[in-house]
């Protein structure tokens, strides 16, 4: 289990979040698939409901902002220096879906759109870190990079956050791991053919079985069934609002 009260290293995945159109809903059904209680920030903050698991922020859920707008899990890397952070992305291939904005209280963010089309968040903390919890059941485990040009993207997150990366033998598809600030903070492979590319976020269970059988009986679409590997036991899944996920529980002595 990891806990942290300080901000994620540069480069780290150091939160998610998604807007649904219906948030009532979508905590239903993650606080049954993930045991995720939720804490409303309220008017001032959108009503941005707060995921946690023992007591500590584990993800978020809020509205979509304008009808139509997809729903997917977005992650979000952490920087010192979130403008910074913003110029390197367009000067290397990549585009800002909106500038950086202070979040009141919180911290300095931007989404934005690699060279091969995934999608993801800048974090700049400011009184809000990210995560207060990872690799325990509830919270988020791993985050994998599925592109449709991994070399294209390989160069891009280099040269925005200074990623290397680290060939995993046995892995499948050329997977190999992303090194940032001296250690192992995620994963980058091929995406599946015909799916655009996405950043996948992986949530530690304690049973996948029977996560993706609590997710199947409201309403989620099972992509992959339960699968052991030698990383551990896995499953991905599209939630009821179009957003795709997966569990994961590792296997013992395992850390991400």
Same mark, same amino acid.
């Given at each position: 289990m990891? &806990? ?13 979040d998604?807007?649904v159109?219906d948030?009532?809903a979508a ?5 049954d698939v993930?045991g995720?209680?939720f ?10 409901h707060i995921?946690?698991? &023992?007591?500590r922020?584990a ?5 979509v902002?304008?009808?139509g707008q997809?729903s ?5 890397l ?8 913003a110029?390197?992305i ?6 800002l ?6 979040i009141p ?5 931007a ?12 974090w ?12 325990e059941?509830?919270s988020?485990t ?7 040009d ?7 997150y280099?040269a ?28 980058i ?6 799916v655009?590319? &996405? ?7 304690a049973?996948v079985?029977a996560?993706?059988?609590?997710a199947a009986?409201s309403g989620?679409?099972v992509?992959?069934?339960g ?16 957003a795709?996920f ?5 296997p ?5």
């Open positions: 990891s &806990h942290r009260d300080t901000p994620w290293p540069a480069g780290t995945p150091c939160w998610v998604i807007a159109p948030v009532a905590t239903a059904f993650y606080g993930l995720w209680s804490v409303d920030t309220g008017e001032e903050f959108g009503h941005y995921a946690r698991t &023992h007591d922020a993800a978020a859920i809020g509205p902002m304008e009808e997809p997917v899990w977005t992650a979000y952490a920087t010192d220096d979130a403008d910074g952070t110029k390197l367009t000067d290397n291939g990549g585009a879906m909106f500038d950086p904005m202070d209280g919180n911290g300095r963010m989404i934005a759109v690699d060279p091969t089309g995934a999608a993801f968040g800048i700049q903390a400011n009184g809000m870190n990210g995560f207060e919890i990872a690799n059941p509830g988020v791993w985050n994998d990079a599925r592109l449709r991994v070399e294209a993207g390989k160069a891009f280099t925005v956050f200074g990623y290397t990366y680290e060939p995993v033998p046995g892995a499948p598809d050329g997977y190999a791991t992303i090194q940032a600030s001296g250690q192992q903070v995620a994963g492979t091929g995406a599946p053919p015909d655009a590319s &996405h950043w996948l976020t992986y949530f530690s269970v049973d079985d996560s993706i059988a609590t009986r989620a679409t992509l992959m069934p699968e052991d590997t030698d990383f551990g036991r896995m499953g991905i899944l599209t939630d009821p609002f179009g795709t997966a569990v994961h529980k590792a013992e002595g395992w850390s991400s």
